[in-house]
Nanobody, 119 residues
């Protein structure tokens, strides 16, 4: 069973930067699209960014130009570099991966990492 483990969250001041990482381990097929979601207190889960195995990216409008998603396929790891952080970015950030074998795919989630933007 594939597992995703996030790291790198924490407390940062507005305008600061933070990078979160997500490493996949365990038995897996082929990790296709990987991404980051976030959930702020009292709000719904929100897609932040996704990246395909070939490097194609997609971002929610609110983070475009500030966040960068990347991945290292050899290390089965996805990263989210967050710059110019705002208090509105405060949330639990979850890693997600789509693990496929042929036409069978399963979604996998990490346990989440807290990002707090506050002075």
């Amino acid at each position: 069973q594939v597992q995703l483990v996030e790291s790198g969250g924490g407390l940062v001041q507005p305008g600061g930067s933070l990078r979160v990482s997500c490493a996949a381990s365990g038995r897996r097929f082929s990790l296709t699209t990987m991404g980051w979601y976030r959930q702020a207190p009292g709000k719904q889960l929100e897609l932040v960014a996704t990246i395909t195995r070939g490097g194609g990216t997609n971002y929610v409008d609110s983070v475009k130009g500030r966040f960068t998603i990347s991945r290292d396929n050899g290390k089965n790891t996805v990263y989210l570099q967050m710059n110019s952080l705002e208090p509105e970015d405060t949330a639990v950030y979850y890693c997600n991966a789509i693990d496929c074998s042929g036409t069978y795919c399963r979604g996998v989630w990490g346990q989440g990492t807290q990002v707090t933007v506050s002075s």
